[in-house]
Each structure stands twice: as C-alpha cells, then as structure tokens.
C-alpha cells in the first residue's frame, strides 16, 4: 500500500514545481513584452508609393534562385500567411481560385515565407499555391512586412512600386478580386 504522507509530499513536489514555472514564464513574457514594443514609427507594411529594392528568394518547389529583377515586366502580388493562422488557412481557397486568371493577366505571385520548408508542405498540401512559394530571410521579411502581419499582401506595378498593401479582404484586396472575376469572365467569353 501506498503511504499517505508520500503522497501528499509528491502532490506538493509537482504544485510547487507547476507554479515556480508560471512564475518563470510570467516573468519571461513581462520581460519580452517590455524590450519589444512595436513602435509607432514601425508601419504595418509597405506604404503604397514605395519602390521595392531587389531581393532574393528561393522557390520552394524548384529550388531555385530568383528574384525581381529576373521578371521584367510583370507585376507583383506578394502574399504574406502563416501555417499557424486559421484565417490564413480559410483565405487558400480564394487564393487558389484567382491564381490562374492572375497569370492570365501578367501578375506574378508570391507566398513570400521564413517559415520551415516541412511546415509550408504540410499547410499547402495538394495546393497550387506550393509552386508560388518564395523562401525569403529574416532581414527582407522584415523590410517588407516589418509586423509580420497575416493574412496580408503587397501589390507591386511593374515598376515595383507598391500600389497598395494590406489584410487580405480590405477594399484594395476585393477591388483585386473584382478585376480578376472580370478577367475571367472575359477570358471565357
């Protein structure tokens, strides 16, 4: 049989080790949450007239090096989502269906991620948009989405000036969406 006392002092053992953890992380988290404070200098994203230096990323699927600058006269929408994001997850269908009439009208996109190249597989398993994803680093995540704010894109002219850029499903984002259903019902005439 087991002692009483014995396991009392187990109980205590764990309660006490459960809350010097709580009080580690609680700590850890106030810390963390003091030294990162988003200033308000720091935009949400690119502000529309800025032109995009050149950058380099790789293309998930082929592996390859590329680049603007490789894309002369096309322009850019470049999609900024999150494995971890349920909205993200919700937006895949939409951003499925315009894809081809995107590459209809000339637009190139772009899922531009930092994430790992196992956890883009999984959350874009079986869907278009792997071919359209674009590793980037740290350094040009941050320049061109400084908060990492998703759902979100950049729309790009083909002079690399950002026309607009923002969450997905804004005004700017269905005023896209709207010209790529008149495309396509265009195209089908």
Not at 37 to 61: C, K, R, T, W, Y
Not at 84 to 104: G, H, Q
Not at 147 to 167: C, K, M, T, W
Request: charged fraction near 20%; aromatic fraction near 8%.
């Amino acid at each position: 049989m087991i002692d009483e006392s014995m396991i009392i002092w187990v109980l205590l053992t764990v309660l006490a080790f459960a809350v010097a953890l709580n009080l580690f992380l609680t700590f850890r988290l106030s810390r963390l949450s003091l030294t990162t404070q988003f200033s308000e200098d720091i935009p949400l994203m690119l502000p529309a007239g800025e032109i995009v230096e050149d950058f380099n990323g790789v293309s998930l699927v082929s592996r390859r090096q590329v680049s603007l600058n490789q894309t002369d006269s096309e322009a850019f929408v470049f999609l900024f989502l999150s494995s971890r994001c349920p909205t993200c997850r919700s937006k895949l269908p939409e951003l499925e269906r315009i894809l081809p009439t995107a590459n209809k009208a000339g637009v190139m996109m772009w899922f531009l991620s930092v994430e790992s190249v196992k956890r883009l597989k999984r959350f874009l398993k079986g869907s278009e948009l792997l071919s359209h994803v674009v590793l980037i680093d740290e350094k040009t995540s941050e320049y061109l989405n400084p908060r990492s704010n998703a759902p979100s894109y950049i729309f790009l002219d083909v002079h690399r000036e950002v026309q607009a850029s923002g969450n997905i499903g804004d005004a700017n984002w269905l005023s896209f969406m709207n010209q790529m259903d008149e495309i396509e019902i265009e195209s089908s005439k």
